[in-house]
């Protein structure tokens, strides 16, 4: 397997910087500013008047009057800023594209987050998705995506849908070193050997073969300091640890969710 590099600090990703602030982050890219305004405008156009982190890597002046003009709730961020110091060029360019998205999630200063693609079209005020009941009682919303039982370029079986299924089966088989690779006191081994997928997993179309796919990630909503110990510390993990395989074998960022 490909060797892992030290990514992420982990306070980094599971600190918030600003407790019960709200706002939403995007990525851009040199080749992706002309999107990423009309993206903004679409938002603004709705009425939505929540500050915006634009984070890119390495790839863009820290100008925020580059995509908003006078407007000063709209930041640029470098995400290289908070990585890990040392990360060689192959890894920063394969941050460069799906990968930019969660790491960005992590590293913004907002305690409720809410991920925008470029390409996402919104109608309605995107702010009013903080209200929704499924966020205030879990403290993340998610969308699906369609049902996808081919994938562009590659055979027509269910390929992606099996390597989800393959790594419950190892989570199943290994216990907790397998996801977790450090020391565990005897009653954290315990707890983590009891795993057993959530029922919504389970019964997820990409589970069951059903589809290729089952989380589209246009738009993401997470309240990371509620979640510190749970989504958050999972997603930070499945990248410093999982990311060369994760992206390898599944679609972007989606199911990384």
């Known amino acids: 397997s490909t060797p892992r590099a030290a990514l992420m600090p982990r306070e980094t990703a599971t600190t918030t910087r600003r407790p019960g602030t709200r706002g939403i982050v995007m990525c851009s890219s040199a080749a992706m500013l002309d999107d990423t305004r009309r993206a903004l405008g679409r938002i603004r156009a709705t009425g939505c008047a929540l500050p915006v982190e634009i984070w890119h890597v390495a790839e863009l002046r820290d100008d925020h009057t580059t995509f908003a003009g006078s407007d000063p709730t709209v930041t640029v961020h470098d995400l290289v800023g908070r990585l890990s110091p040392g990360l060689e060029e192959r890894e920063l360019s394969a941050l460069r594209g799906f990968m930019c998205k969660p790491l960005a999630l992590l590293a913004s200063s907002f305690d409720e987050v809410l991920v925008v693609d470029h390409d996402a079209h919104v109608f309605l005020n995107p702010a009013r998705l903080f209200e929704s009941t499924v966020y205030r009682r879990t403290g993340m919303l998610l969308f699906r995506d369609r049902a996808m039982l081919r994938t562009h370029g590659g055979p027509g079986v269910n390929d992606r849908s099996r390597f989800v299924r393959q790594l419950v089966g ?21 707890r983590h ?41 999972a997603l930070w993990r499945l990248h410093e640890q999982h990311r060369h395989e994760l992206y390898h074998f599944l679609h972007g960022d989606k199911e990384t969710y």
């Open 193 to 233: 050997d009891a795993w057993r997928p959530a029922p919504s997993l389970a019964a997820s179309r990409m589970f069951n073969g059903e589809s290729n796919g089952e989380i589209d990630s246009s738009l993401v909503l997470l309240h990371k300091r509620r979640l510190a110990d749970t989504v958050v510390a």
């Open 170 to 190: 190892r989570r199943l088989a290994l216990g907790a070193e397998w996801f977790f690779e450090e020391e565990l006191t005897s009653t954290a081994a315990e």
